[in-house]
């Protein structure tokens, strides 16, 4: 393997030296406050805010500082302050001011109602400031907390970035300026983004008109670099939408003109009453919690009402969760290039760069359908131990029903499945038929008993045991009014009876129906152009595949485990060379996830459980030595065992989507008893062949998946480790903490004619270890992007083209990214772990596309996703 020097990958990372970590104020309370913080009142009811979260938006509110309050019920062990309640701000605090401040908090609590405990106990203490680098823990050299540090580290940085506007492009008036928020991002406040659209309403068949506003948010996320020897701050920008109506809306954005220099976060609450029309609209939009009336009563003057219309910009703007809206997702690639040169100019500091590494990731040279293909079908039912496969295709309109199984007959090359009658079943290959059914009254929304139509239909029933049966159902959102009047979602009560009869199944909407299949695309428009300058006949447009249809079919028969030879072609690439696999294996994806179930009123609050999935797919070996013409079994870990995939995946969908015990509180022994089930299901595979753990990082449970704990022997598979095996572990990530991709300089690609257009990056594997350890990032643009949708690489918004502007509404893309570091290698060397978690997301396991994680841990990651009670968490029901 080797290391090009002339081409490197330039990110939105940027060490951090003591110049740039600056110096806060820290006011550590006394021993006795956790006691008297624990006899508060808890709160209460759906929209009651956490005492935490409560007084920090009252004091940040108050003093328009970024201030951080510790949990006194979780101090942190280690720093100067170890064991204590902190403040935490980034300039000096009146201790009159904080006093007055806890004491209206507090005679507000409900049930608590003019008590006075809390602020009698705050001392007077000398609060600083004190240089941050001091406060900074050091193990062996290993940068280790305090854990809040590196919370508040982002602080000089985002203040240094707010003093200096942003230059975008000389054609503007000027450059971009930010505020800070209370949060610590910075926003684009004053230089709003706006646009117009227009649209007919389904619903009432009226045509609507909408402005939507939106600014830039850059969030500056800093931790230790993976080996933990320096700080790196992760500098990530998207768009802030401002919400146009107040449904679903839980916050809001706030600039007080008493501190207009920092933004304010705080929760609201919206009542509503039926209007003239007869649907709802909002009555009155109040804060949570008791904010206003603290900040009233400190002598800072009243908060700004929050509007119940939403048509003007004020100084209250909601945020925007879902639905529709004017200005779509994503800054783009310019932008982010522009932020990178921005912010080194500002930090006087160059950020992180990743060198070009041989590593190759290619994909397999024959062109995969986006499932598995008629000739391939066999060998993988066999592969999945499945005797038989029926998919049932459900539909109540006839335009759904004629898309699907258009798109499928073309695929399949089987002119007889779009004109397929229902009840009617066709074989598209040895061992797998599909029948049509026009079922409405199973698949509409409502309160029928969906159960006795699934049970009198014979087409749900298996033959044998090995047999398997799917579902391909058309499904529409809820309107608004089907919300408010609590009517039964279909696709929600069928995928638990589905997953009760062990029936995977998967959802279509008519609302992803691409359209006239003939449209041109960016690559159609860019080929008529040449050929008109060239005095050429345009070119004929191709016919447009549905990809949501092709996708929906490819992740129903990948959920099955009925997956082809794909994923060995790419991982043993001939482009893959002396970094592939030489000795079978078992790859393992470990996915863990944090579920908030979502507060019912007049029910007690359930606590917050880990979900826990795994995947493994066994890499076998050919008699050369090579792979690419397998077929990789696929289980998954159940409360019976290692089953097929889709066997487990039904147990698990009619379970808990947690099980008793698996948490993160350590003084209930939930990260142990995590780490136990974890180990069990490892011990259950084979010692037969290694094992390669792939997972991202849950350094509650695991610290050894830390970057500022790398080498520590706390990671998934310890006890087997320490027994022997063979096992390795991989982190992967592509979240806030994983470095982003701004542009790429050198290397062999075409340039754009635009010296300002960011290069994307090439397809192999980057390395740096800037933080002592190993860090391999595999780059990429895309689908969208390399489709021909280049608008965000071009531009940014503030800067398209009169004709253009529409692309408002269009999400604008930037590079992918992923980053892998090794914290256990076992018997492989770095490369090869890297480059098979590359290979394999690069190619999907039914797909023609990518996904963000290695095949097996996407798989552990789908299955808790599709769990029935998914929804029913915080946030994510609305």
């Given at each position: ?273 039926k209007g003239p029309d007869g649907f709802m609209q909002a009555k009155a939009v109040e804060y949570v919690g008791a904010t206003a009336q603290i900040v009233e009563a400190c002598g800072v003057g009243r908060l700004p ?574």
């Amino acid at each position: 393997m080797n290391v090009d020097s002339g081409q490197s990958l330039f990110t939105l990372s940027f060490p951090m030296d003591e110049r740039l970590l600056g110096e806060v104020h820290v006011y550590p309370l006394p021993e006795q406050f956790p006691s008297a913080w624990n006899r508060l009142p808890k709160p209460q009811g759906k929209d009651a805010m956490q005492p935490i979260a409560s007084l920090q938006t009252a004091a940040r509110a108050v003093t328009g500082e970024r201030l951080v309050f510790t949990d006194p019920n979780r101090p942190s062990f280690t720093g100067p302050w170890a064991r204590r309640t902190l403040l935490i701000t980034p300039g000096p605090l009146d201790p009159l001011v904080l006093g007055n401040l806890v004491r209206e908090w507090e005679a507000r609590i409900p049930g608590h109602e003019r008590r006075d405990t809390l602020a009698p106990m705050l001392e007077p203490q000398d609060g600083g400031p004190y240089a941050l680098s001091e406060v900074l823990q050091r193990d062996q050299g290993r940068i280790i907390g305090p854990y809040w540090a590196f919370r508040v580290a982002g602080w000089k940085l985002a203040n240094l970035l707010a003093a200096q506007p942003m230059h975008i492009d000389d054609q503007l008036p000027g450059p971009l300026p930010f505020l800070l928020d209370s949060e610590g991002d910075l926003l684009a406040w004053e230089s709003p983004l706006t646009h117009e659209k227009t649209w007919v309403d389904e619903e009432s068949g009226k045509r609507k008109r909408i402005v939507g506003y939106a600014m830039e948010r850059i969030h500056i996320e800093v931790e230790p670099a993976p080996g933990g020897r320096v700080l790196v701050a992760h500098l990530s920008a998207r768009i802030s939408r401002v919400a146009n109506h107040w449904k679903g809306i839980r916050n809001v954005l706030v600039r007080h003109s008493v501190n207009p220099g920092v933004v304010l976060k705080a929760a609201i609450r919206t009542r509503w009453e039926k209007g003239p029309d007869g649907f709802m609209q909002a009555k009155a939009v109040e804060y949570v919690g008791a904010t206003a009336q603290i900040v009233e009563a400190c002598g800072v003057g009243r908060l700004p009402e929050p509007p119940t219309d939403l048509d003007v910009l004020s100084d209250v703007r909601g945020v925007h969760r879902t639905g529709r809206h004017p200005i779509d997702k994503g800054v783009g690639a310019m932008f982010l290039a522009k932020l990178e040169d921005h912010a080194t100019r500002v930090f006087e500091q160059p950020p992180v760069t990743y060198d070009a590494t041989s590593i190759r990731i290619s994909k397999p040279t024959t062109d995969f359908l986006p499932y598995v293909p008629a000739d391939k079908i066999a060998p993988a039912l066999e592969n999945a131990d499945i005797g038989a496969l029926r998919t049932v295709v459900l539909y109540e309109s006839p335009e759904w029903k004629k898309r699907v199984l258009g798109q499928l007959a073309r695929d399949y090359a089987l002119p007889a499945l779009a004109e397929l009658e229902d009840e009617v079943p066709l074989q598209v290959a040895p061992g797998f038929e599909l029948v049509a059914m026009h079922l409405p009254e199973l698949i509409c929304h409502g309160d029928q008993d969906r159960g006795l139509i699934l049970n009198s239909l014979p087409w749900f029933k298996r033959s044998t045991e090995r047999d398997l049966v799917t579902a391909l159902c058309e499904t529409r959102y809820l309107t608004d009014q089907e919300k408010e009047n609590k009517v039964t979602d279909a696709k929600h009560a069928l995928k638990v009876l589905f997953a009760e009869r062990g029936i995977p199944s998967q959802f279509i909407t008519m609302d992803s129906d691409p359209g006239d299949p003939y449209r041109l695309n960016m690559r159609d428009r860019v080929e008529r152009s040449k050929a008109r300058k060239a005095g050429l006949p345009e070119p004929a447009v191709d016919y447009k595949d549905d990809n949501a249809v092709q996708i929906a079919l490819g992740s129903l028969q990948s959920d099955s485990g009925i997956i082809d030879n794909r994923l060995a072609a790419a991982a043993f690439h001939r482009n893959a060379k002396d970094t592939a696999l030489d000795r079978e294996a078992v790859a393992v994806g470990l996915w863990t996830r944090l579920h908030r179930f979502e507060q019912v009123n007049g029910r007690p609050k359930r606590a917050a459980v880990l979900a826990v999935t795994l995947v493994a797919m066994r890499i076998p070996l050919g008699e050369d030595k090579v792979g690419e013409d397998k077929y990789w079994p696929t289980l998954m870990y159940s409360d019976q065992g290692w089953l097929r995939l889709a066997r487990a995946r039904a147990l698990h969908h009619t379970g808990p989507i947690g099980k008793k015990g698996h948490h993160l509180r350590k003084e209930q022994q939930g990260p142990a008893a995590v780490c136990d089930y974890v180990d069990r299901a490892l011990a259950a595979l084979t010692q037969r062949y290694p094992i390669i753990v792939f997972t991202e990082q849950r350094k509650g449970i695991w610290p050894g998946l830390s970057n500022e704990r790398l080498g520590d022997p706390r990671i998934p598979g310890q006890r087997l480790i320490a027994q022997g095996w063979d096992l390795s572990v991989v982190r992967v990530g592509n979240g806030q903490g994983t470095p982003q991709p701004s542009r790429r300089t050198g290397g062999a690609g075409k340039l754009p004619k635009n010296p300002e257009q960011p290069v994307m990056p090439e397809k192999i594997l980057y390395l740096s270890s800037h933080g002592g350890a190993n860090s391999w990032l595999f780059a990429g643009q895309s689908r969208q992007h390399a489709g021909g949708q280049r608008t965000g690489t071009q531009h940014t918004r503030r800067t398209l083209p009169t004709g253009q502007l529409a692309q408002m509404s269009a999400p604008f893309h930037g590079m992918t990214r992923s980053e892998y570091v090794v914290a256990h290698p076992g018997s492989w060397r770095e490369e090869q772990l890297a480059g098979l978690a590359a290979r394999i997301s690069e190619q999907a396991a039914m797909w023609d596309g990518r996904t963000n994680l290695p095949a097996p841990l996407h798989l552990a990651k789908s299955a808790d996703e599709k769990h029935p009670a998914f929804m029913d968490q915080e946030g994510l029901n609305d």
